[in-house]
C-alpha cells in the first residue's frame, strides 16, 4: 500500500465530506459529517504512515496532521 496523504474534503456543494488519497481523482469514502470523514481519513492516514488534511469550505486548510516516524525531539 502507498503512503498518500489522505484529504478530507468537501462535496455535494458542501453538504457531504469526502476522504480522498493525494493524487486521486475518485474520493475513497464520502460522509454525511466532517466528524465523520475526519475519523476515516485519520485511520487511513494512521495505517500508512502518512499526513492528514482537512480543508474547509472556502479550500483552505483547517487542520494538518502527522502520522509515522516523526524523530522526537524534532530538529532545530
Keep these: ?3 498518500k496523504n489522505q484529504w478530507v474534503v468537501p462535496v455535494s456543494g458542501g453538504k457531504q465530506w469526502g ?3 493525494e493524487g486521486n481523482e475518485r474520493l475513497t ?3 454525511d459529517t466532517q466528524q465523520q470523514a475526519r ?3 485519520l485511520d487511513i492516514a494512521k495505517s500508512q504512515g502518512s499526513e492528514m488534511f ?3 469550505h472556502d479550500g483552505r486548510i483547517r487542520e494538518r496532521n502527522t502520522y509515522g516516524n516523526d ?3 524534532p530538529k532545530g
Design 71 to 73: 524523530p522526537f525531539p
Design 19 to 21: 476522504v480522498r488519497g
Design 54 to 56: 482537512v480543508q474547509g
Design 1 to 3: 500500500m502507498s503512503k
Design 29 to 31: 469514502s464520502i460522509h
Design 39 to 41: 475519523a476515516r481519513a
